[in-house]
């Protein structure tokens, strides 16, 4: 590991802690993915979706129906949500359904939901 000098304007750095977060520091590449991930997830309509599918498996037609929005729409951001990993398909005859990819996202989901219900239980103003 190369040697950082460390430079603040203020009178202390506590160099145990800051050595520690650069060990710590995940690769650039991981943290340029992880605002990928954080960038698809942004958008409302995309959200929407995940909330539909978080215990249920749907396919368009039911999505469209849901979300009162066009197959083609919800097709398009399905699209998006599989091309990132973030929903998964499975055939069955000639319907496609559509479910969380894996626990990690689902987790992720109703992480930040229960973070966003926990603010307004406490009721703390946020910026979102």
């Not at 190369?2 to 750095?13: A, N, P, Q, W």
């Not at 009162?68 to 949500?81: E, G, P, W």
Request: with cysteine; glycine share 4%; hydrophobic share 35%.
């Amino acid at each position: 590991m190369t040697e950082t000098k460390l430079t603040c304007d203020c009178d202390v750095i506590h160099q145990d802690a800051v050595v520690r977060a650069l060990k710590n520091r995940p690769k650039d590449r991981e943290l340029n993915q992880l605002s990928e991930l954080f960038k698809i997830l942004g958008d409302q309509t995309r959200i929407n979706i995940l909330q539909t599918l978080d215990q249920n498996e749907m396919c368009v037609c039911d999505l469209a129906n849901v979300l009162n929005m066009t197959k083609s729409s919800i097709s398009h951001q399905l699209a998006i949500l599989r091309k990132a990993h973030i929903v998964k398909s499975r055939r069955a005859g000639k319907e496609i359904y559509y479910t969380m990819d894996d626990e990690h996202i689902t987790k992720l989901y109703e992480l930040g939901l229960s973070h966003i219900k926990h603010l307004e239980n406490q009721g703390t103003p946020h910026a979102l």
